[in-house]
């Protein structure tokens, strides 16, 4: 089974007197990545953000619990992720040029880590935390002033190839992981026993 929202857009109001942007993506699938699909509806209202702490001293640490045991996990990521922007691609409708590299950043990965955490364990999914949060105030929370970001999500893959293969060929997604928006990455895979999907990806871009 899988799932795919439509990215949009969204504007808050001024963080740092700057106009900031992101978009979302969602994709969830069982390992199979076989059956249902359709839109799922995420809403976004214009805010002011308030930056909440700085929490870079109490940042995750990565390892086998944020990389679902995968060895290598950071490595392979980057690798892959940044040969897929290398070469230009269709995302949908959508003619994406190539990009430049993204660099893994350890605020976004502790925002993608703690999210995935808490959908894995208290088994959602949803770019909205159960406690009312977006993705922009989780981001804010890790103390990364940004001025895009975004975010993909993933159920169910068990592997790096497998999630950023699903990711390359939803359009929303792609055109996520595609954007020249964004030059910073994090991203975290959590597995649960007994949870929905098993395991749960997330992975955040921004831009400062």
Known sequence: MSLTDRPFPFRAGPWSQRCARFTV????????GVGHSGPAAVSGTT??????ADRASEGVPLDAS???????FQTALVQRLNAARAV???????????AGPLVWNQRLFSAADRHARDMATRNYFSHTSLDGRS?????AAEGYAWTSVGENLAGG????????????????????LMSRQFEAVGVSCVRQAGSRFGHYWVMVLARP
């Open 88 to 98: 230009a691609r269709s995302c949908g409708n959508s003619v994406m040029p190539a």
């Open 157 to 176: 893959q068990a592997t790096v190839d497998g999630v950023i293969a699903g990711w390359l060929s939803s359009p929303g997604h792609c055109s996520n």
């Open 66 to 72: 944020t990389a679902c045991g995968l060895p290598g």
């Open 135 to 139: 993705l922009a105030q989780r981001v």
């Open 47 to 52: 805010a002011q953000w308030v930056f909440v």
């Open 25 to 32: 993506a969602l994709l969830a699938g069982f390992t199979a």
